[in-house]
């Protein structure tokens, strides 16, 4: 398989992509669905801010630098990436934070419905932010299983609230289908595209989706902790009132009035002063991807991943796969279940092959074409049957549970 690998290679029309990216000499990274590795022109970026902006300019960079106007020029730079207009998208706070603030711009649409629908074992965050609501009085948490939630949607729904990409799984939700259902039962739709956006094909505006989420430091590259994105249909953007109204949501921030009037646009969003390293790191990611192209960065994923399941079969790896089947129905990873799957993963990360563990029994592989090659498929095989081959992941090191993996 890695003469067959190398001859994908010489024909990859995106492997010139690898060397804009900082990826350390024997890693096989498999993990750029938690974060993506370092492009080679951030610290170069970060120094001129560090330096130039900051260190010589000091807080005249507000207006000759564009610090001020950051968050809404770097979510006009994702917008194209998640099928919305630019006005729509804005680059703050963190997923967490933004879906708070669109949880409850949605409720007070839908005045006499409380309840936001989501599904059992979405990712954390977003079940427990409806529950911090639920704790206020202000809603009323509803879990259906992913097969019935069309039927879930009745008239006491404000808003359903899913992830595209299933963080464990990768197995996608039909965006259009379900923003559907959810209109003609006269709910609002909140998508949570932390394991979509900017590694596949998404579309909220022929959707007509009504709100989004998603993360900066996953498939964007932004670094760890890089600012979050939100997204408001331009037709909502009036009605939109979200609830931390703090000075950079104002419609005049520098009048400093004693009373808050909410900007006119996706500005209205912001709350407290942006955190321009942040900001300036991620709109070096958005840019790259952006260059390379979406589509093309997910037909490449889907190669990868399908060459990854005829190496571990030819390698004769008894792993349960638990992602669907379809490369065309799942996100930009590969998902198994095994029992010892924590051990396994450890044992893997310190072969140099760097995927992830999901609790309790999920080993998940992501791609980032950008960076990977098909040689890289193969070797992670390799290694994957050499380990449990050996039995090597039994080793106490491996077993022990850590608190980050």
């Known amino acids: 398989?890695?003469?067959?690998?190398?001859?994908?290679?010489?024909?990859?029309?995106?492997?010139?992509?690898?060397?804009?990216?900082?990826?350390?000499?024997?890693?096989?990274?498999?993990?750029?669905?938690?974060?993506?590795?370092?492009?080679?022109?951030?610290?170069?970026?970060?120094?001129?801010?560090?330096?130039?902006?900051?260190?010589?300019?000091?807080?005249?960079?507000?207006?000759?630098?564009?610090?001020?106007?950051?968050?809404?020029?770097?979510?006009a730079k994702i917008a194209p990436l998640i099928g919305a207009q630019p006005h729509e998208v804005i680059a703050c706070d963190s997923v967490s934070v933004n879906l708070f603030k669109l949880i409850s711009a949605a409720l007070k649409m839908r005045p006499g419905r409380k309840i936001v629908l989501s599904e059992p074992g979405n990712f954390p965050t977003d079940i427990y932010m409806i529950e911090g609501l639920e704790n206020q009085g202000l809603a009323e948490r509803r879990l259906a299983e992913r097969g019935k939630l069309v039927e879930a949607l009745d008239g006491d729904v404000a808003l359903l609230l899913l992830t595209h990409a299933h963080y464990k799984t990768g197995e996608l939700f039909d965006m259009e289908a379900l923003t559907k259902a959810a209109h003609e039962a006269g709910a609002l739709v909140l998508w949570d595209l932390s394991h979509s956006g900017g590694a596949l094909p998404v579309d909220l505006g022929a959707c007509e989706a009504d709100f989004a989420v998603g993360c900066g430091y996953k498939y964007l590259n932004g670094g760890p902790g890089a600012p979050a994105y939100a997204f408001v249909a331009g037709r909502h953007l009036a009605a939109t009132e979200q609830p931390l109204s703090g000075w950079m949501g104002h419609a005049a921030p520098f009048a400093f009035s004693d009373d808050y009037e909410a900007a006119p646009g996706i500005e209205r969003l912001l709350c407290g002063t942006p955190g321009i390293l942040g900001l300036a790191a991620l709109e070096v990611g958005v840019d790259l991807i952006a260059e390379i192209g979406v589509e093309r960065l997910y037909a490449k994923s889907k190669a990868l991943s399908e060459f990854l399941r005829q190496c571990l079969a030819e390698g004769g790896v008894a792993l349960d796969f638990v992602s669907p089947a379809d490369p065309g129905a799942r996100g930009s990873q590969l998902s198994f279940r095994h029992e010892e799957a924590y051990a396994i993963c450890q044992a893997l990360i310190a072969r140099g092959v760097i995927g992830d563990f999901r609790d309790p029994d999920i080993l998940r592989f992501g791609f980032a074409p950008a960076y990977l090659r098909f040689a890289d498929m193969a070797e992670a095989a390799r290694h994957v049957a050499e380990v449990l081959e050996s039995g090597e992941w039994q080793k106490a090191e491996f077993r022990e549970r850590a608190a980050v993996t």
């Open 1 to 75: 398989m890695l003469e067959r690998a190398r001859v994908l290679d010489a024909g990859d029309p995106l492997a010139q992509f690898r060397e804009r990216f900082e990826v350390p000499e024997g890693v096989i990274y498999l993990d750029g669905n938690s974060l993506g590795c370092l492009p080679n022109a951030t610290p170069a970026r970060l120094e001129q801010v560090v330096r130039e902006e900051w260190g010589r300019d000091l807080i005249r960079s507000w207006n000759s630098a564009g610090w001020i106007d950051l968050p809404a020029k770097v979510g």
